[in-house]
Every structure is written in structure tokens, then in C-alpha cells.
T-cell receptor, first 112, second 114 residues
């Protein structure tokens, strides 16, 4: 969905490096999410934010941090990347409670 | 605890035949249920959702899903498969009384053969 964009789309980094993945949305939604996708595991929730002042840990937050700079922007950081963080990362947005989440195109991350 | 199961890693079907992708769920209280599709090198696209009301839900691209409370299932169906339907399909659930998080299944790869 072009309303949710992610940068970069692909990234190769080395173990121990700090990297940031960025997500922007023009849908005007208040809620934003970061997921990672691994083959055979589906999507796992890393962090989520219900508004700019509300950040919550998901199922697998260890090794990650986030920043909600504005309603439209939600960044995911890997403070010290490790190889098992190699995955496909998705940002998603939704409006209000119990509503459909809309996903960005994903960032493919390879940690060497 | 909330959970979603997609018992088939892959479903193969011939073009023109009906298809079913299975999903069962476990939640406390009444569920919100979703189906998403992921095409190669693309993000997840919303197909349809069940919140309340009619147990048969119609969605995008001719897909539909049937909510069955007694069997705790929400199977995705299409009367006539297309080769272009080949993709990875995810079922997801959210509890109305839960923490508002979406729980995804592990995905089912649908392969439609000409």
C-alpha cells in the first residue's frame, strides 16, 4: 500500500552495527506497528504505538528500540545488530481500536 | 492465550477449481478475524475481515470466508482459482477483550497450476 512507506527496502549490515528502519504513513492513522517475518513463523510483533506518547513492547522486543517522532513516523532501531535479526521487517498502521491494519512493503535486512 | 493455526503449509489447486485455505483460532471472548495475502516482494494486503453479523464474509479478488463459531474456524474460499491467486496467505485474530494486538498464523502458500 503506497500510503505506508518504508526505507530502506533492502539493507545489508555487519554484526554490531546500529541501524535504523523508517516508516512513514499518509493515512492519518493513530496506531503504528513493527513486525518481523521469518519463514515458517508468520509475523511477530516487535513494538506498537497507539499515539505519539504511547509505546508498547510486543512479543519480541529484545534487541530493538523504537521512536515515534510524529503521528506519521515510527522508526525501528537495532542497537547492535546480530545475524539472527536477519528477517523481513514490516510496518503497519491502523485507526482506533479493532480496525484493519495496513502494511508497508517491507524492509529486507541481512546481518552478516 | 490467543492463537491462530493454519494447518497446511502449502495448498495446491488447479486453475478453475475451488480452493480452501484453512484457519482455526483460539481466543477469549468474541474474535475479530482477518485474512491477508502476500505476493512476492510485497507487503501484506488486506483481503477481508469478520467482526460480527453474517457468518459468510466477502472480500477482495473474489475471495470469501466463513466464520464457524462451533468449530472455531475461519476458512478462506474461492469458487474458481486463478494462477494469479498464487501467494502466501495469512490468517489473523484479535480478541475484542484482549490487548488489541493482532496474532498471525504461520501462513499457507497457495499454488495454483495452469
Amino acid at each position: 500500500d503506497a500510503d505506508v512507506t518504508q526505507t530502506p527496502r533492502n539493507r545489508i549490515t555487519k554484526t554490531g552495527k546500529r541501524i535504523m528502519l523508517e516508516c512513514s504513513q499518509t493515512k492519518g492513522h493513530d496506531r503504528m506497528y513493527w513486525y518481523r517475518q521469518d519463514p515458517g513463523l508468520g509475523l511477530q510483533l516487535i513494538y506498537y504505538s497507539f499515539d505519539v506518547k504511547d509505546i508498547n513492547k510486543g512479543e519480541i522486543s529484545d534487541g530493538y528500540s523504537v521512536s515515534r517522532q510524529a503521528q506519521a513516523k515510527f522508526s525501528l532501531s537495532l542497537e547492535s545488530a546480530i545475524p539472527n535479526q536477519t528477517a523481513l521487517y514490516f510496518c503497519a498502521t491502523s485507526q482506533g481500536t479493532q480496525e484493519t491494519q495496513y502494511f508497508g512493503p517491507g524492509t529486507r535486512l541481512l546481518v552478516l | 492465550a490467543q492463537s491462530v493455526a493454519q494447518p497446511e503449509d502449502q495448498v495446491n489447486v488447479a486453475e478453475g477449481n475451488p480452493l480452501t485455505v484453512k484457519c482455526t483460532y483460539s481466543v477469549s471472548g468474541n474474535p475479530y478475524l482477518f485474512w491477508y495475502v502476500q505476493y512476492p516482494n510485497r507487503g501484506l494486503q488486506f483481503l477481508l475481515k469478520y467482526i460480527t453479523g453474517d457468518n459468510l464474509v466477502k472480500g477482495s479478488y473474489g475471495f470469501e470466508a466463513e466464520f464457524n463459531k462451533s468449530q472455531t474456524s475461519f476458512h478462506l474460499k474461492k469458487p474458481s482459482a486463478l494462477v494469479s491467486d498464487s501467494a502466501l496467505y495469512f490468517c489473523a485474530v484479535r480478541s475484542l477483550w484482549g490487548t488489541d494486538k493482532l496474532i498471525f498464523g504461520t501462513g499457507t502458500r497457495l499454488q495454483v497450476f495452469p
